[in-house]
């Protein structure tokens, strides 16, 4: 199956996750245990339209890529993202953001914020087309597909650092699986809080607003500097999912 796409006149191969990168973390093991491997979603990594945009969004230290999940189930698991968190900013106690934007379909955003032996914070962010994403400091995240549509959404992610997944690794996924009948526990984590659920949530000052094409602030890169210096920021984003 040919799942390349084209972004800036040029032809993109996906770094494809399959199921077998996935094992620690699907809810349904009876149904893993005789599925077959096979591709679950696509990441389109570091796109750009022109070569005068690659050279500002390195010069930012930032990233633009595409993630395509399919429609599907994992057993009795909608399908999802492996999950992972950011690391600290150095010469801080502060974590990396990341942005999402919802390009087609719909997507169920489940955060978590761990302490050293429990959750403590549990939020779902249910997205559509158009719809802004921001991850905050400290979240470890996951992206659901939870309808019937192929989810297409896209990501600004500082460069500066490399995603941790071990942590949901070694609980066996999030604090919550997405279900057909809904949220269940994760039996793994010694507790965590109950689900709160927030809208998208618009950042008008960083240029963040729903329905307009967030790859367009390549053209005013300094409203992304919350992506690299995050702690300049919290103001703003200490309001995201309060």
């Keep these: ?25 699907v809810y349904d ?18 796109l750009y339209l022109t070569e005068d945009d690659h050279t500002v969004i390195s010069e930012y230290d930032l ?19 492996a999950g992972h968190f950011h690391p600290v900013v150095p010469g801080t106690i502060i974590a990396y953001p990341e942005v999402y934007q919802v390009l087609e379909g719909e997507a169920t955003y489940l955060l978590q914020h761990d302490d ?7 939020v779902v962010i249910r997205a559509s087309k158009g ?9 470890g995240h996951i992206t659901i597909n939870a309808s019937s549509e192929d989810l297409k959404m896209a990501n600004w992610v500082c460069t500066s650092f490399s995603s941790i997944y ?12 997405l279900l057909k009948d809904g949220f269940v526990r994760n039996p793994s984590y010694n507790s965590a809080a109950e689900i709160r659920y927030v809208k998208p949530r618009e950042l008008p000052e960083f240029g963040l607003v729903h329905g307009k094409d967030m790859y367009e602030l390549v053209k005013d890169p300094e409203k992304l500097r919350f992506l690299t210096r995050p702690q300049e920021f ?3 984003l200490s309001r995201l999912i309060s």
Excluded: C
């Design 116 to 122: 050293s032996t429990d959750v403590s914070d549990v």
């Design 166 to 177: 071990r942590p949901i690794q070694e609980k066996a996924g999030a604090a919550y699986y």
């Design 131 to 139: 719809d802004i994403v921001v991850i905050p400091p400290d979240y």
């Design 63 to 81: 990233r633009y890529d595409i993630t395509i999940i399919p429609a599907g189930m994992l057993g009795d698991e909608y399908i999802k993202t």
């Design 234 to 236: 919290m103001g703003s």
């Design 1 to 25: 199956m040919d799942n390349k796409i084209t972004f800036g006149g040029k032809k993109h191969t996906p770094n494809v996750r399959m199921l077998s990168d996935m094992d620690e973390v």
């Design 29 to 46: 093991r009876k149904w893993l245990e005789n599925a077959e491997d096979r591709e679950l979603y696509y990441m389109y990594r570091d």
